[in-house]
């Protein structure tokens, strides 16, 4: 089917290190976004991807829409404790609007 | 805040009861869509809406009925639901119905059947 594999599942770091996951498919992904969920909330949009090789930055995230399109991966750097959350990838085949999800990795920041 | 409320945030109910969720978007979207949040698990998308049609739905049981009576508003009736319907219902609206369109989300509803 039409899954994203999603890794790490969860991390356990110190604050101030750097945090690095990525999404892998064995199908061509046009669009390419990440995720962030905090207890009791909804998901909310960190980054969208929309070509191949594209690198964005939000603040300290950095995301790439791989070469091949058929990955992508989300790094944090010098993390702090609200970033404790689930991540999770997400992205757009063909052309409706049908996101398929990554399973998400937990990340938890010791301070 | 994205701009997608939805309510109750909590509910519980009886297997017997008849509940209803509700999603408002205040973005001016065409499109809107219910999501099941289980622990361990992907995103399950349940039912999509592009202006007010239903073009969407997942092999959902039909104890779970849908409604859209305006771009803006989205229901989910629920009825003689089963304890692994317990889960965190999400709804999320995006600009249309087509690919590289961002979904945004609200904070969800947590639902326990008991």
């Known amino acids: 089917g039409q899954q994203l594999n999603q890794s790490p599942q969860s991390m356990f770091i110190q604050e101030g290190e750097d945090v690095s996951m990525n999404c892998t498919s064995s199908?061509?992904?046009?669009?390419w976004l990440w995720y962030k969920q905090d207890p009791g909330e909804g998901p909310v949009l960190l980054i969208a991807?929309?070509?191949?090789?594209e690198l964005t930055s939000n603040g300290r995230l950095t995301a790439q829409f791989g070469i091949t399109r058929k990955d992508s991966f989300l790094n944090i750097s010098a993390s702090i404790p609200s970033d404790v959350g689930i991540y999770f990838c997400?992205?757009?085949?063909?052309?409706?609007?049908?996101?398929?999800f990554g399973q998400g990795t937990t990340l938890q920041v010791k301070p | 805040e994205t701009g997608v409320t939805q309510t109750p945030r909590h509910l519980v109910m009886g297997m017997t009861n008849k509940k209803s969720l509700k999603c408002e978007q205040h973005?001016?979207?065409?499109?809107m869509y219910w999501y099941k949040q289980s622990a361990k698990k992907p995103l399950e998308l349940m039912f999509v809406?592009?202006?007010?049609?239903?073009?969407e739905n997942n092999s959902v049981p039909s104890r779970f009925s849908p409604e859209c009576p305006n771009s803006s508003h989205l229901f989910l009736h629920l009825h003689t639901l089963q304890p692994e319907d317990s889960a965190l219902y999400l709804c999320?609206?995006?600009?249309?119905?087509?690919?590289?369109?961002?979904?945004?989300f609200g904070a969800g509803t947590r639902l326990s059947v008991l």
């Open positions: 809406y592009s202006l007010e049609e239903r073009v």
């Open positions: 997400a992205g757009h085949r063909g052309n409706t609007g049908k996101l398929i």
């Open positions: 999320a609206s995006s600009q249309d119905w087509s690919g590289g369109n961002i979904q945004y």
């Open positions: 973005l001016g979207h065409n499109a």
């Open positions: 991807l929309y070509k191949a090789g």
């Open positions: 199908s061509i992904f046009n669009t």
